[in-house]
């Protein structure tokens, strides 16, 4: 349970593992929109908006409700054929929920670290989550993009 500081390995502040390398496709990846999947075994949906060129807002609800938190999201770049910066399939980012005191005793279980992956199909996210400085000692996270349905 994310909200109840139910760690896994390592604890809240546990070894930071490094994020993937960046991987460049043909097109920049877009993160922005609603995602359904899960972290840390809690299934919700996770809103992405973009706040720059490679800076997005994120927001992560489970199901049930009894866990949100926001997400401070950042895509990382990598060299180009011609050497430019450009926008790979890797975001980084800090998480918070905003109840580090009433929900959690151990340091740093209102807020951490992690990383997300974008296929090059832009239709589903996988990645790391964890407490504190760690990005890894809380579990993994999967998403697929929900897709606009005429109604």
Known sequence: MLGGCAVS???PGGRSEPPPPVDLYGEVPDFTGVWLGE???Q???LGVSKL???RYYGSFKSDDGAIR???NMKQRTAPD???QAT???LVTFDWQDGQQGDVCSAQGCGQGKGWVLINPEDTAL???LGFGESNANRGTMSFVRVEDTPE
């Open 39 to 41: 972290i840390g075994g």
């Open 81 to 83: 054929n011609s050497g």
């Open 9 to 11: 390995s390592g604890g």
């Open 126 to 128: 996988s990645g790391m």
């Open 87 to 89: 926008p790979g399939n």
């Open 69 to 71: 938190f926001v997400l």
């Open 43 to 45: 299934m919700g949906e």
């Open 52 to 54: 720059g060129d490679t």
